[in-house]
């Protein structure tokens, strides 16, 4: 087996499980050290100890390398297998088999653990059609927000990547943000910069404990913009994790979700274990108002993409039909859906 393919699916499915950060650092870490080293090369390092002499490479990652070398997979890796045969949840896997991509992603441009390149190639090995790459904008510094200027960047690094595709036809990386709602409801980007991009997903990340009012009113303007595809994580809730739990925003759930099936604005299934955002009992207001939904990973790191799961045994558990998922439709009618207007 490969040696740095070892360590890559190694993270993936530490990511995964939710393992500690510093576990899966500790293997990306690795394959970026050998990432430029040929087979040879590496046997020789792992052979004359220089390899695990090399700062970043531990009792760990150099037994996987060394398991991988002498053509094995490495007995920690296939323990890892071994859990990931198990699906994630009890429910929903006819919705998630239908799920055809991923309209909320993260890489290391902004607050994600990866390059776009990893999780684009990760998107693709699960079987997913197209994936939203959807770093954070300006406004949200704490998330290392993208400037415009970096955005433009960006954007040429995903035509770049789709070029790179094009001998592989079946999957396309959507060029997208996260763009946040601020205070007056308006979008964290330029109409000009919003326009070139196939995804906006509009979210609210700050004064999360505002009246119910002054954030209706924030969402309602933000579902209005001809540029928002899909309302993110709506409540903003966390249930649990290492950045402990936060209440729902209050807001006028009625008015809000009336407003997106009127101005045909998704509403975010968001998958991320420690959300479960919308609540179940807003998913079924949305789903009575008509709206439609895009269930979503919000994943930071390649192997989080699989928690698409979650969102699909959520969504059945509450009665959404496929169809009104838009993460289940084709890219070409995704796409035709997308465009303003």
Known sequence: M???????????????????????QAFRRAADIIAGLSQEELAARVK?????????????????????????????????RRGGAEPLVNGGHKLHAELRGDLHSHSNWSDGGSPIEIMADAA?????????????????????????????????????INDGYAQEP???????????????????????????????VASVHS????????????????????????????????????RGTRPPS??????VFASCAEHSVAVEINSRPEREDPPDGLIRVALDAGCLFSIDSDAHAP?????????????????????????????DRLLEWLQPG
């Open 124 to 160: 693709r090995i699960l079987g997913r059609e197209y994936l939203a790459l959807t770093d954070h904008s300006p406004h949200l510094t704490i998330a290392n927000g993208l400037s415009p200027e970096r955005l433009m960047e960006q954007l040429t690094v995903v035509d770049a």
């Open 48 to 80: 004359d100890g220089r390899l695990k002499r090399t700062k970043g490479i531990g009792s760990r990652t150099f037994e996987v390398i060394s398991q991988a070398l002498g053509g094995t997979v490495p007995d920690y890796l296939e323990n890892l």
């Open 207 to 242: 004064k999360l404990r505002s009246d119910k009012r002054s954030m209706t009113r924030r969402m309602l303007a933000a579902i209005e913009n001809p540029h928002t595809n899909v309302l993110g994580h709506c409540t903003g809730r966390l249930v649990k994790g290492s």
């Open 170 to 200: 079946g999957f396309r990386l959507l060029a997208g943000i996260e763009v946040d709602i601020l205070e007056d409801g308006e979008l964290d980007q330029s109409v000009e910069l919003l326009s070139q991009l196939d995804v906006v």
């Open 2 to 24: 490969d040696a740095l393919d070892a360590l890559n699916e190694t993270a993936f499915w530490l990511e995964r499980e939710l393992a500690d950060g510093f576990k899966v």
């Open 250 to 255: 209050e807001f006028d759930a009625e008015k």
């Open 303 to 331: 192997g989080q993409l699989d928690f698409l799961q979650y969102g699909a045994e959520r969504a059945d558990a509450n009665g959404v039909p496929a169809d009104r998922i838009i993460t289940t439709w084709p890219v």
